[in-house]
């Protein structure tokens, strides 16, 4: 495909975070122009030279492929819609990450998927860390399945959405930090378990519990992994250089690990290891940053659009 032609894109929830970050990233897309945004709220309102539209009255035909960031429950009756009228589309919420009608565009993982469907389901924001961060271990086979694989993550209220919460006003968060949806029973486990065992046959337990941080955006994962056997750091830095070395978006980190600073505003997954002493059994901590409104949901829209279109895989993205 010419890069120079303007591939229209419709955006479906666009007055959201991740829907306002959809139109951040596509105004400066060199192949992609925006041929709706909607919102039920802001209809009638201008977001740069687009005007919001109403769902209802959202021109699908005129896009090639539409961008879904509604919530979770919604999103599929309207993606349903703009498949019905034969165009491809790439869902940012839940309702298409477990079902056989999507492919899963975890774009490093399913790239050659990605390119050939017609509805790509992109991944929780927490699953595209941890999946990243598991995955080259568990196909390596150093993941322990008799033993947990531990997840502590931690997110910026951005990735509670924009509508109004009380336990998220400032007053509630600001220099505070606490966890949430304790108890390992989050909608992202069932996500997270059914990908790790589809993509590396791993069906170990993992005990996921995320927190709550009080900044805007980013994701940083702190994930315990039981090993079969001992590694050192290096060797483990160079499985994943390994299996990242022509990954524009992931970046392996040597001898240091990764903090927020290092992915906000990328379309990139940032990961560093430690080795574990004191222990009795071989373990590994891999720590995995992600800007959430990024590559944890717009960025890896883009990107998976882009492997759909056939344009450069990182058109429009800051990796
Ligand atoms: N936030 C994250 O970090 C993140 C990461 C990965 C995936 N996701 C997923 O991405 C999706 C969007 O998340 P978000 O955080 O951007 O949510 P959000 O800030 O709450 O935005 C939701 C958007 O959907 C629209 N909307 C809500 N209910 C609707 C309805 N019944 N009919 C039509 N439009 C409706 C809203 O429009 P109005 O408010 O203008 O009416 C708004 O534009 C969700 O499915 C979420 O799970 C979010």
Redesign the pocket.
Known sequence: MNIHASVPVGVL???????QELLRLLAGHPGASIAFA?????AGERCGSIELVR?EDAPLARAEIVLS????G??ARHVRQARGLGRRAVD???DFRLSPDAVYGLTEVTRPHVAAADLVANP??YPTAALLALLPLARAGLIDQAREVVIDAASGV??A???LKRDLLFGEVAEDFRAYAAGNEHRHLPELKATLARESGFTGDLVFTPHLLPIKRGILETIHVPLTRDIDRGTAEGIYQTVYANEPCVAVLHGTLPSLKDVVYRNRVAIGVATVANVRLPRLTVIAAID??VK??AGQAIQNMNVMLGLPETAGLAC
């Open positions: 929830g666009a007055s959201g975070y991740v829907g909607t919102s039920e709220s802001g769902i960031a509604l919530p979770h919604v999103s940012l919420s839940a929780g924001c951005t990735g959405g924009r509508t959430n409104l944890g949901a």
